[in-house]
C-alpha cells in the first residue's frame, strides 16, 4: 500500500474524533456516537479510497452509516477492506473518562479474517515479550514469563484490565502475582494498543472483549510486531466462579489479519497513549498514530486544526 494513505487515514481518525469529543462529558452517547460517524463518513468521501468495511457499525435502520458490509471512498486505483469504530468507548465518553479513541485498519481485499464468536479473550504485550505469553499457561506464569523477558520483577509490571465483575477472579490472580492493575471502564482497544506500545507504562492487556475491536486491535498489534493471543468466545458475562464456555483455537494477531496493513487513530479522550483532543480559540489539537505493517514504522503525529479555515478532507 501506497505510504501516503496513511495520512488519508488520520484525517478520517482525526475528523472522528473532532467530531465526538464536543460531547465529552455530557452523557450522551448516542449523540457522540452519531457526530463521529457523520464526521467519519464525510471525511472518507473526500478520501482517495476505495473501501469495503468489513467490520463497522451495526446496522439499525436505513440510515445506519459506516455499517459492515457499506462501500466508502472517493475511489482509487485498488480496493481495500477496512475495519473501523467511529469512536470506541462512548460510555466513558459521555461520562467524561479516558480511553475513548477513533481508529481505523486497512488492508488488502481478504485481510481480515472472519469473526468466529462475538466476543474473546486476550492477553496483550509489548514486542519484548510476544514470543513467551500463551494464552493456556496461569496468569502468574504469564506474568512471570512477560517480567524475565522485559527484565523486572513481577511487581513492577502494569496489567491494563477491564473493570468488570466477570474479571473478578482474573482481578485476584494478578493482585496475587504481586503485579500492579489498571482497571478501566472502558476501552479495550486503547488497553490492548497501551500494552502493545513502549513506553506508555502498560504491560500486559488480559481480560475478556468484544471481538470486532478484538480484530481491529489485532491490526494494530501486527503492524508493530507486538504480542497478542486470543480464544474466541460466544458470550462475555460469565459467571465469575465457574469456567467459561471457550471455542477452542488461539489465535495469535497474524491468523487474524494478513499481508500489509495500516492502522491510524485518534485520541477522542485521554488514554495511555494518546491525549485527547483539546480545543482553544479558533480550533483544536489532535493526537494521533499510525503503524505501518511494511515498514514497521510508528508514527505519533500532533495536529493543529483551524476552524476558520475549510478542512482538508472535504
Given at each position: 500500500m501506497d505510504r501516503n494513505l496513511a495520512l488519508e487515514l488520520v484525517r478520517v481518525t482525526e475528523a472522528a474524533a473532532l467530531a465526538s469529543a464536543r460531547h465529552f462529558g455530557k452523557g450522551d452517547p448516542l449523540g457522540a456516537d452519531r457526530a463521529a460517524v457523520e464526521a467519519m463518513e464525510l471525511a472518507f468521501n473526500g478520501a482517495k479510497i476505495s473501501g469495503h468495511i468489513v467490520i463497522g457499525e451495526e446496522r439499525i435502520s436505513e440510515q445506519s452509516r459506516l455499517c459492515t458490509g457499506d462501500e466508502i471512498g472517493a475511489g482509487g486505483i485498488a480496493e481495500f477492506d477496512i475495519a473501523l469504530d467511529p469512536v470506541d468507548c462512548i460510555g466513558a465518553?459521555?461520562?467524561?473518562?479516558?480511553?475513548?479513541?477513533?481508529?481505523?485498519?486497512?488492508?488488502?481485499?481478504?485481510?481480515?479474517?472472519?469473526?468466529?464468536?462475538?466476543?474473546?479473550?486476550?492477553?496483550?504485550?509489548?514486542?519484548?515479550?510476544?514470543?513467551?505469553?500463551?494464552?493456556?499457561?496461569?496468569?502468574?506464569?504469564?506474568?512471570?514469563?512477560?517480567?524475565?523477558?522485559?527484565?523486572?520483577?513481577?511487581?513492577?509490571?502494569?496489567?491494563?484490565?477491564l473493570d468488570r465483575e466477570r474479571h473478578r477472579r482474573l482481578i485476584e490472580d494478578v493482585r496475587a502475582s504481586g503485579a500492579r492493575i489498571e482497571l478501566v471502564k472502558d476501552g479495550d482497544l486503547a488497553a490492548t494498543i497501551s500494552a502493545s506500545l513502549p513506553g506508555t507504562g502498560i504491560d500486559c492487556m488480559m481480560g475478556i472483549g468484544d471481538a470486532k475491536q478484538g480484530i481491529i486491535a489485532a491490526a494494530a498489534v501486527a503492524c508493530i510486531g507486538a504480542g497478542l493471543q486470543v480464544r474466541f468466545m460466544q458470550d462475555a458475562d460469565i459467571e465469575p466462579d465457574k469456567p467459561a464456555a471457550e471455542l477452542g483455537k488461539i489465535y495469535r494477531a497474524r491468523d487474524l489479519v494478513g499481508g500489509d496493513i495500516m492502522f491510524a487513530a485518534t485520541g477522542v479522550s485521554r488514554s495511555d497513549f494518546l491525549d485527547g483532543v483539546m480545543f482553544r480559540p479558533g480550533g483544536a489539537t489532535t493526537h494521533s498514530v499510525v503503524f505501518r505493517s511494511k515498514s514497521g514504522t510508528i508514527r505519533f503525529l500532533k495536529t493543529e486544526h483551524s476552524f476558520e479555515k475549510t478542512p482538508d478532507y472535504t
Open positions: 465518553l459521555a461520562d467524561g473518562q479516558s480511553n475513548s479513541i477513533s481508529a481505523i485498519a486497512m488492508g488488502a481485499r481478504g485481510t481480515f479474517s472472519n469473526l468466529v464468536a462475538p466476543y474473546m479473550r486476550s492477553i496483550a504485550v509489548g514486542a519484548e515479550a510476544a514470543d513467551v505469553i500463551d494464552l493456556n499457561a496461569s496468569v502468574f506464569e504469564n506474568l512471570v514469563r512477560i517480567a524475565d523477558a522485559k527484565r523486572v520483577y513481577v511487581e513492577d509490571l502494569t496489567v491494563s484490565i
